[in-house]
């Protein structure tokens, strides 16, 4: 199967791009979905959405919280700290526990508000041995798209506007890898604290690869087939507003 | 059929928005989708995602662009101008042209980046005639969501932040007709200049619907199946400095 490794967290949003994610899941054989809840407990939303999943994508629920000194605060900017680092970990930790007498597969890192095309998950089951598999990722890095440019399926250049030196100048919707190269390397994890824009680079290092390792798919890395949607924070002004005036807003008990 | 109903405009998420809505409308059964485009001509991004849509989803393509004078520019404030008007009536037209002899069918008007749960197209089907379905919409009017409260599927009020007075406080997606309505009023539609919030009252006014008619759906109005999701713009600074530094920027060719 792919892993599929989805950290997730509580927010307005969360049940919608969980939900249209989940339909373009359901377009794909052979997935095995990885949510990890950003949360100290599995919370009643995220298990009664995973209730609903059909049984032909395999899913596993787990949570990690993040640590207060590491969570990003809701006015912070978006770059100042690493998201969903421990999470992705953890998912990490659940595949090498489980799976080194099984080790077929692939590993991608799926943001729960990205836009996905399903001809990427074709596109993943390519990759051989100690390879990892690039494309380019649209509307990311204030760029139309960034990623790889490529000649044949071989990386000539990488086409991003930001620290282009970094071993890989991908995002994290931009590669994946085989489950091997996880089992193999069983100490790779993310880090909290490395460097801007280095997550990416940083965990394939950690497994042994570097640029010749990458081979280029999606069409000679000409077909974008991932976005890096965002979805609006949405305003909660009247809600406020109308829990001043009278002590009641919506009704809690409606799940959104 | 349900015959729904979506503008669309270009913008650098367009593709990815229509991408995933598509994979949600592709597990629903015997829908029409009428997709109208913002633009002069019908573009070939559209025109090309088009002819990937399975056959079993009914498509037809038009295009209607809005006249400059009501078009929302791109740092005007959202409530500003209303967006979709003539698209969705050209859309209107189009059923009163070709369906007066086959009647039987739905409306509703389906945005490009809102999130829609697959059950809501159960409940559409419910409809009878000279009936207005309605339900909440999650992430809406500044509010977890906006619509209408029913007991035994009556509406007993609607809960809204804004303008309770309207004779229908609800947004776009919360609610459909069956096709015979706008059969029996070919006059109804639209119109680009009514008070802020009020696109969803005029047409229903025009269609001869008052709040009588209202019937609630979706679990007594208590599941919320639609979520007002905005997709958020994306910044295009390194793209534009590439341009000014080096006279190029990214592939063109490359479709996003
Ligand atoms: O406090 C947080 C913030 C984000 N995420 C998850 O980490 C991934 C990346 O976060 P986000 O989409 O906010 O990042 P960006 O789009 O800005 O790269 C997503 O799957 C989020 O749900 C998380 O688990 N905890
Ligand atoms: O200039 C425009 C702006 C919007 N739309 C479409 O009209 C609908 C509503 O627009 P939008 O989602 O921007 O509105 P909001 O979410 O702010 O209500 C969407 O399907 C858009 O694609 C359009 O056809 N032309
Ligand atoms: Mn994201
Ligand atoms: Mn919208």
Not at 29 to 43: A, G, Q, Y
Not at 62 to 68: H, Q, V
Not at 176 to 190: H, I, K, Y
Not at 198 to 225: F, P, W
Request: aromatic content about 10%; glycine content about 6%.
């Amino acid at each position: 199967p792919i892993y599929l490794i989805t950290p997730t967290y509580a927010r307005f949003t969360q049940k919608a791009d969980m939900t249209r994610l989940l339909y373009t899941l359901m377009h794909v054989e052979s997935l095995h979905w990885i949510i990890i809840e950003d949360h100290d407990e599995k919370t009643e939303l995220i298990t009664k959405f995973i209730e609903r999943i059909p049984t032909d994508i395999q899913v596993t629920h787990l949570n990690m919280k993040t640590p207060p000194m590491d969570k990003l605060a809701s006015d912070d900017p978006s770059w100042l700290k690493p998201r969903g680092v421990q999470q992705r970990n953890a998912a990490i930790e659940f595949l090498i526990k489980h799976y080194q007498e099984s080790p077929e597969g692939y590993v991608y890192f799926l943001d729960d508000d990205n836009t996905y095309d399903i001809r990427i998950f074709d596109e993943i089951r390519k990759i051989e041995e100690d390879q990892v598999g690039v494309w380019p990722v649209g509307i990311v890095g204030k760029l139309r798209y960034e990623g790889p440019v490529c000649s044949n399926g071989e990386v000539t250049s990488w086409f991003t506007a930001w620290k282009p030196d970094r071993p890989f100048p991908i995002d994290m919707a931009g590669f994946a890898v085989r489950l091997e190269n996880f089992l193999g390397s069983p100490e790779a994890r993310f880090k909290q604290r490395v460097p801007r824009g280095y997550q990416e680079s940083h965990i394939l290092t950690e497994l042994g690869l570097d640029r010749t390792n990458a081979v280029g798919l999606a069409n000679n890395c000409r077909d974008v087939l991932v976005w890096h949607t965002r979805t609006e924070k949405p305003r909660m002004d009247a809600e406020e507003k109308l829990m001043k005036a009278t002590g009641a807003a919506s009704d809690l008990s409606i799940e959104v």
